[in-house]
């Protein structure tokens, strides 16, 4: 790859380094990392290079490393996915060598732009991943109380049951507020991992969620395996990473809806027929007043 004058003399820092021993791996990707975001935007070749360096890097260094470009990342709008997928990756692995797992993701407010599209893209590993990452300890988002076994949840089980996933995806949405065109994608998703997060975040009994993983999608119902790894995956996700979830789901929903939404129904109607009413002169108003005076005696 035809290298730019910018990252030029970094990677041949990176390759003294790797063939010198000389640890400054550290060093270069956080100069890396700055360097990058001091510009609002970069063409494809630009990005291709910090890409390449950075995963060159970012396995190698230490975890404290790995936090300052997370943080850096964070403050960017157009920080690259797959950096970002490399850290929740490495945010999750075990320990290696008995040092401790790499530092959380940027935060969800820098970057859910793209992380709602990211989820309903990945393949089931990648949201396993995601979805774990979200609950770490310190980046909980403020926690409502859990939800009991309400009408809500009954109506959704009906629904799944019935083998109805327009109902159930309109009653979705007025229970999350995510929109009509996001829960019709949690409904219909063929993996199951964006209905796990709904049923997480309405406090969904397990039970109650397993039998409307075997209804209401006939993709996931009918692998007797796949229901028990969303099973399991929904005894083991963070109530937390849930939440998060949907609230990054609801931004991009927001994002989308009008500026102006109606109080009543028909809003629009009214103002139709009040412009296209003429106002009632005074004189009018006083004669109808007089004629109702007189009727009354």
């Known amino acids: 790859m035809t290298q730019s004058s910018a990252y030029s003399p970094l990677d041949g820092l990176l390759d003294l380094a790797c063939r010198d021993g000389v640890e400054i791996r550290p060093t270069l990707l956080r100069v890396l990392t700055d360097l990058y975001v001091q510009k609002p935007s970069h063409n494809a070749e630009e990005e291709a290079q910090y890409v390449e360096l950075s995963l060159r890097l970012i396995d190698a260094v230490d975890p404290a490393t790995r936090s300052a470009v997370s943080t850096t990342l964070s403050r960017y709008a157009?920080?690259?996915?797959?950096?970002?997928?490399?850290?929740?990756?490495?945010?999750?692995?075990?320990?290696?060598?008995?040092?401790?797992?790499?530092?959380?993701?940027?935060?969800?407010?820098?970057?859910q732009r793209d992380m709602a599209e990211e989820f309903f893209i990945a393949n089931a590993g990648d949201r396993y991943l995601i979805l774990t990452n979200l609950g770490v300890p310190d980046q909980q988002a403020p926690r409502r109380p859990a939800p009991i076994f309400s009408e809500?949840?009954?109506?959704?089980?009906?629904?799944?049951?019935?083998?109805?996933?327009?109902?159930?995806?309109?009653?979705?949405?007025?229970?999350?507020?995510?929109?009509?065109?996001?829960?019709?994608?949690?409904?219909?998703?063929?993996?199951?991992?964006?209905?796990?997060?709904?049923?997480?975040?309405?406090?969904?009994?397990?039970?109650?969620?397993?039998r409307i993983v075997m209804f209401l999608n006939p993709s996931i119902?009918?692998?007797?395996?796949?229901?028990?790894?969303?099973?399991?995956?929904?005894?083991?996700?963070?109530?937390?990473?849930?939440?998060?979830?949907?609230?990054?789901?609801?931004?991009?929903?927001?994002?989308?809806?009008?500026?102006?939404?109606?109080?009543y129904w028909d809003d629009t109607q009214r103002a139709a027929r009040a412009s296209a009413t003429p106002a009632r002169s005074g004189t009018d108003h006083g004669r109808d007043q007089s004629s109702r005076i007189k009727s009354s005696r």
């Open 152 to 210: 809500v949840i009954r109506r959704l089980e009906t629904a799944a049951l019935q083998r109805n996933p327009g109902e159930f995806a309109r009653m979705l949405e007025r229970a999350l507020g995510i929109g009509m065109a996001i829960a019709d994608r949690v409904t219909r998703d063929n993996s199951g991992e964006p209905l796990l997060v709904a049923a997480k975040a309405l406090g969904m009994p397990s039970s109650v969620f397993q």
């Open 221 to 263: 119902g009918r692998s007797v395996e796949r229901v028990f790894e969303l099973s399991q995956l929904y005894d083991e996700i963070q109530p937390a990473a849930a939440e998060r979830m949907v609230a990054i789901w609801r931004e991009s929903a927001a994002r989308r809806r009008p500026s102006h939404v109606p109080v």
């Open 78 to 111: 157009n920080a690259p996915v797959a950096v970002l997928r490399r850290l929740i990756e490495l945010a999750v692995e075990p320990s290696r060598h008995g040092r401790p797992a790499a530092a959380p993701l940027p935060k969800a407010s820098t970057w």
